[in-house]
């Protein structure tokens, strides 16, 4: 089967079973939708455990570390789903360079506080459950759509623990409440650039082609606004958009895209908009935890193997 009858047959409902029945040019598409997946999942787990050594108790500790659990399983679905497809999992995790990873310049950044952590919750997680659920309802891939079930359940825990939290935290007023804002202040932007360029620059996607996704960036961008954007106006807490009743749409108050001083963790909407070419410059030289982050979750990896080989 070529490209063009592969495409037709997943427009007319075909469902895909196994790798046997793929074209290179759906298998690609798919390698690269599941490395970004996996990626974003794993990388999760260490920013998720930089904060949570913030938390205020052992008991929200744990709540914390089951979120980190459940993205370390998530991960591992989606590097199976890539072995099947014939990658080499050891490969994926432990063998390529920190900057070759595929999940998105948020994930790069510190969390650094219980507060961080529970906006990366209701942000982040929003973000994965909004791309994941879209993948879940339309992949035209049944191994992956089977997989996803779990995913989508637990990821929608992972976001009303942050939201949840939000509420409670927004109470206390005062310092909190500032240290809540300047979150939201650097992570709302954060999101938004995450869902990409804007349909009126992406051409065509592989990806809507042979049905991996069904809807578009901006589609995607604006599910997760009219989540994000109520939630935080019912909260008291300042966001950088808001919604034009003309257009039927949210519309975002600053120059999209723009810079980002990582330092600082600070939007430079002064500095007007810039190019997507600089900002895809931007998330290749990829942020300050990178290597870190990716470091962490093999740390173990070499004198585990040794272990292992002694003992067998
Ligand atoms: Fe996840
Ligand atoms: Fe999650």
Not at 235 to 257: E, N, S
Not at 262 to 269: E, N, P, S, V
Request: charged share 25%.
């Amino acid at each position: 089967m070529n490209e063009q009858e592969l495409k037709q047959k997943i427009a007319d409902g075909y469902i895909l079973e196994s790798p046997a029945e793929m074209t290179p040019g759906y298998r690609k598409a798919l390698i690269t939708q599941l490395t970004v997946q996996g990626d974003t999942e794993l990388i999760s787990a260490p920013a998720y455990w930089m904060a949570a050594q913030d938390a205020p108790s052992t008991n929200t500790q744990v709540s914390a570390v089951a979120i980190i659990q459940d993205e370390l399983a998530h991960a591992n679905i989606a590097y199976r789903i890539l072995e099947d497809l014939g990658l080499s999992r050891e490969h994926l995790v432990y063998e390529r360079a920190p900057a070759d990873f595929k999940h998105p310049y948020g994930f790069d950044q510190p969390l650094e506080s219980w507060v961080e952590l529970v906006v990366a919750n209701g942000f982040f997680d929003r973000a994965g459950f909004t791309l994941l659920g879209d993948v879940f309802e339309n992949t035209s891939y049944g191994p992956l759509k089977r997989a996803l079930v779990k995913v989508d359940l637990e990821e929608n825990f992972h976001l009303r623990h942050g939201e949840n939290w939000m509420k409670r935290l927004v109470k206390l007023g005062g310092e909190v409440r500032e240290k809540l804002q300047r979150a939201v202040d650097w992570m709302f932007p954060m999101t938004i650039e995450w869902f990409g360029l804007p349909d009126d620059l992406k051409r065509h996607s592989d990806q809507l082609e042979y049905r991996l996704k069904g809807l578009t960036n901006d589609q995607l961008r604006q599910k997760w606004m009219s989540a994000t954007v109520p939630l935080c106006e019912s909260l008291g807490l300042k966001v950088p958009a808001h919604w034009d009743d003309t257009q039927k749409v949210y519309v975002l108050d600053y120059p999209f895209p723009c810079r980002y001083d990582a330092q600082a963790k600070h939007w430079l909407f002064n500095e007007g908009q810039i190019s997507w070419d600089e900002v895809f410059k931007r998330w290749k030289a990829r942020g300050p935890m990178n290597e870190f982050y990716v470091e962490s979750v093999r740390r173990s990896h070499g004198p585990m193997k040794k272990m292992l080989e002694v003992a067998a």
